[in-house]
């Protein structure tokens, strides 16, 4: 069993930054990807951001430039810094423990981008 649990979210304002956590349980931490996802009201889950075992990374256009996904092995937590927020990435929050979406998942975590 896998617990994911995410923190970070909260209200910016356009332009602002927030930097999301996901800490992760009861699995070897190290050798597995992490992704991002987020979902929006009214619309299906996307992926965000995803990083592989060895540092590697990957994003969905819509955020290049802008976030950056990282992760500390020593403490099982992959983190995503938001910067240049925008309105249209208030959406809640979600990691996976798949890149693709097909793993455990955690609670989210809120985040609203104010114009």
């Known amino acids: 069993q896998v617990q994911l649990v995410e923190s970070g979210g909260g209200l910016v304002q356009a332009g602002g930054s927030l930097r999301l956590s996901c800490a992760a349980s009861g699995r070897t931490f190290s050798s597995y990807a992490m992704g991002w996802f987020r979902q929006a009201p009214g619309k299906e889950r996307e992926f965000v951001a995803a990083i592989s075992w060895s540092g590697s990374t990957d994003y969905a256009d819509s955020v290049k430039g802008r976030f950056t996904i990282s992760r500390d092995n020593a403490k099982n937590t992959v983190y995503l810094q938001m910067n240049s927020l925008k309105p249209e990435d208030t959406a809640v929050y979600y990691c996976?423990?798949?890149?693709?979406?097909?793993?455990?998942w955690g609670q989210g975590t809120q985040v609203t981008v104010s114009s």
């Open positions: 996976n423990t798949d890149p693709r979406g097909k793993g455990y």
